[in-house]
Structure formats: C-alpha cells, structure tokens
C-alpha cells in the first residue's frame, strides 16, 4: 500500500528506520550487516512501502553501523523524507 502521508506531515512510521537499525546491531554493536541481513530485518519488520524502498536502495556490501546510517540518510535525505521519516544513527 502507499504512503499517504502528506508532505511536511510525520508518518506513523516515523521511527521504524531507527528500530531496524537498532535491532541490526542489539547483538553485536560494533559488528558488521550485509544488505541481505537489512534486507531481512525490514521484512521481519514489515515496514512501509517508502521504506523497503529506502533499503532496497542501499548499496550491496559490508557494513558497520555509522556507514550503514550514512547510507540510510542519504537516502532518506535524497527524497525529502527526513521530517516524515526520521534519520538515524
């Protein structure tokens, strides 16, 4: 289903972003993702249309948790969704 949350309005899923991210590293704070285990995580955490787009996005690799928000922020960024969205670190 699309979003329909309005321009410049914060969504319900504000937040969710930040729950993936959190949740990637609970284990292992300072360890290392695939896109196929963010991939993973924002199915387990069926996110919102917008969203799986946000992860679709990310690039294939490795990555440590400051890289993987940089990723996630820029695309975020990119489509104008940080105020509907939220950003992450």
Known sequence: MANS????MRSEAYGELQHLVDNLYKRKPSGTVTKVDVLIQAEVDDLEEDLQEVIELIPSGTYVRARLCDQINS???????????????
Do not use: D, K, R
Not at 5 to 8: A, E, L, V
Not at 75 to 89: K, L, N
């Open 5 to 8: 949350t309005q321009p410049g």
């Open 75 to 89: 695309i975020v960024t990119a489509h104008g969704w940080g105020f509907t969205y939220g950003t992450v670190e």
